[in-house]
């Protein structure tokens, strides 16, 4: 089993509709979760994170964390062409220091949004 | 403010030859990650400083990866001697504590 889980897509919505991204991770010590985007050939840029059980919203992204269920989500409405791009979950353990600032990636989910 | 910044932005060597990136972090961040994403697979965490000490290297693949990080600011991370195997992107990141982590643009290894 992977540590981290994302289907990998491609992901395939129309302009305005809402995108459900999903991640699920396996180590229950996790603490921290974050979502990056990525487009083709550059860095991943951090759109959320989220360290607390459930929703997180800022502006078009909402982000939802379960802990008992070990999965977290982003949401986006109101899609755009220009979301199109691979959505990276990474998830944080923090045990006593030993993994700390260990970030452990998803394969990452392909996100297509069409007009 | 200036992100992190990574060279070179393309590297293609040799199997056998040497091949040192360099990143320069954001200015003040303390920690220092390294990660790589070989074709097909997530990105994997390499290692990590803090300041110019090793916290955790838990994710070099061998002895033929040597990372610096000297006084604390710009790290380098030299391959030596290169593998087919180490072809892919090598990511930088860095944070003030420990997250989150702020990524520069990559430096794309292929070995020949």
């Known amino acids: 089993q992977k540590e981290v889980e994302q289907n990998s897509g491609p992901l395939s919505v129309p302009e305005g509709a809402i995108a459900s991204l999903n991640c699920t991770y396996s180590?229950?010590?996790?603490?921290?979760f974050f979502w990056y985007r990525q487009y083709s050939g550059k860095s991943p840029e951090l759109i959320m994170s989220i360290y607390s059980n459930g929703d997180k919203e800022d502006g078009r992204f909402t982000a939802q964390l379960n802990k008992a269920s070990q999965y977290v989500s982003l949401l986006i409405r109101d899609s755009q062409p220009s979301d199109s791009a691979t959505y990276l979950c990474a998830v944080n353990v923090n045990a006593g220091g030993t993994s700390y600032g260990k970030l452990t990636f998803g394969q990452g989910t392909i996100l297509t949004v069409h007009p | 403010e200036a992100g992190v910044t990574q060279f070179p932005s393309h590297s293609v060597i040799e199997k056998g030859q040497t091949v040192t990136l360099r990143c320069d972090p954001i200015s003040g961040h303390d920690n220092l990650y390294w990660y790589r994403r070989v074709m097909g697979k997530e990105i994997k965490f390499l290692l990590h400083f803090v300041k110019e000490s090793k916290q955790d290297e838990s994710g070099m693949p061998n002895n033929r990866f040597l990372a610096e990080r000297t006084g604390g600011t710009y790290s380098t991370l030299k391959v030596q001697p290169a593998e087919l195997e180490d072809s892919g992107v090598y990511f930088c990141?860095?944070?003030?504590?420990?997250?989150?982590?702020?990524f520069g643009p990559g430096t794309r290894l292929t070995v020949l």
């Open positions: 990141a860095s944070s003030q504590v420990s997250v989150p982590q702020y």
């Open positions: 180590d229950r010590g996790s603490q921290s």
